[in-house]
């Protein structure tokens, strides 16, 4: 399986797409053009992958893109934050892991585009207001259309509550907003978690493609200190993730990264998600029209 997906990574970037694009990052994503991207996703949809096997294949293409508090935001025409709303040569956490998602339940560029928007805004509109910023409180919530919580499938007896107020008026004055219209009231959120303690105590619970937040321990206006994918590959686990750790995205073997992020005082533990069964089947594509129909 390994050797037939990067065969296709590597074809990808050799198909004719008019234009060659220009190298912007050490990450082979880094040096595709949309044209190519759209080519690999129309191929690879048709491979008999599931979403979370592509989840793998995308999350790869990534490693090495440099690290950006501004990889994306609400588009050139936004009153704030007018940053792209697709960034190829540079991500962050949360970044990394919506254009990852987008891209594994796509098969093509265009579909991609649109996916990334319903995943990243509120019923895919774009603006400051209706973005998924709070990844447990907003993010986790709006694309449950997508995603189950799993927390408390992965930790068992060793799974813990966590509840947080969030407040988005708090949220969008610290970004200089005035105009508070629309905005969610404040809300106390429980979560479920699993300790860091306990995480190697539940491996065999975590599967390919997780999604995951990492939580904050004494914070009390916010959950998630950072989003991670946590991918198995050659037997083993592997968080990869987009931090200002080395600026850059990379990966570290299951064990190694719970011994260097484990013993932290400033994390809680990690929630989980993963991609709904019925939507993680072979050769699986979400159009972006159709989500309308599973979120009812």
């Given at each position: ?9 590597v074809l ?11 190298p ?6 880094g040096?595709?053009s949309h ?5 690999m996703?129309?191929v690879?949809s048709t ?8 989840i793998?294949l995308y999350?790869e293409?990534?490693?090495n ?14 009153l704030?934050?007018s940053?792209?709303?697709?960034s190829?040569?540079s991500?962050n ?9 987008a891209?594994a339940?796509s098969?093509?560029w265009d579909?991609?585009f649109n996916?990334?928007q319903?995943?990243r805004y ?11 910023h ?5 993010w986790r919530?709006e ?6 919580d799993v927390?408390?499938k992965v930790g068992g007896?060793?799974?813990r ?7 988005h ?9 005035s ?5 969610k009231?404040?809300r106390?959120i429980t979560?479920?978690?699993?300790p860091m303690e306990?995480l190697?105590?539940?491996k065999?619970?975590?599967r390919n493609?997780?999604?995951v ?6 914070k009390?206006?916010?959950f ?5 994918m946590i991918i198995?590959k050659d037997?083993k ?9 080395n600026?850059?995205?990379f ?5 190694e990264?719970l011994?260097w992020k484990?013993?932290w005082d400033r994390?809680a533990?990690?929630a989980?998600m993963r991609v709904k069964?019925q ?10 029209h159709?989500?309308?129909d599973?979120?009812?």
């Amino acid at each position: 399986m390994k050797k037939i997906l990067t065969g296709l990574i590597v074809l990808s970037l050799f198909i004719s797409c008019g234009k060659e694009s220009k190298p912007v990052s050490g990450a082979v994503v880094g040096r595709m053009s949309h044209a190519q991207v759209d080519s690999m996703l129309r191929v690879n949809s048709t491979k008999n992958y599931t979403v979370t096997e592509r989840i793998r294949l995308y999350s790869e293409l990534f490693l090495n893109t440099p690290y950006s508090w501004h990889a994306t935001g609400d588009g050139p025409y936004a009153l704030y934050e007018s940053w792209p709303l697709v960034s190829l040569d540079s991500t962050n956490c949360m970044v990394y892991c919506e254009h990852v998602l987008a891209m594994a339940i796509s098969d093509s560029w265009d579909h991609f585009f649109n996916n990334l928007q319903q995943i990243r805004y509120q019923n895919g509109i774009i603006g400051m207001k209706t973005r998924n910023h709070y990844t447990m409180a907003d993010w986790r919530l709006e694309n449950d259309w997508i995603l189950n919580d799993v927390s408390a499938k992965v930790g068992g007896d060793y799974t813990r509550k966590m509840t947080r107020i969030i407040s988005h008026e708090n949220f969008f004055r610290g970004k200089g907003l005035s105009d508070l219209r629309y905005v969610k009231p404040d809300r106390k959120i429980t979560v479920d978690y699993v300790p860091m303690e306990h995480l190697a105590d539940v491996k065999e619970n975590i599967r390919n493609g997780d999604i995951v937040a990492l939580l904050y321990a004494h914070k009390q206006n916010v959950f998630s200190a950072h989003m991670l994918m946590i991918i198995e590959k050659d037997g083993k686990l592997f968080f990869r993730e987009a931090s200002t750790s080395n600026y850059s995205t990379f990966e570290t073997e299951f064990h190694e990264w719970l011994d260097w992020k484990g013993g932290w005082d400033r994390y809680a533990g990690i929630a989980f998600m993963r991609v709904k069964p019925q939507i993680n089947k072979p050769n699986a594509v979400i159009l972006p029209h159709k989500i309308s129909d599973l979120k009812d």
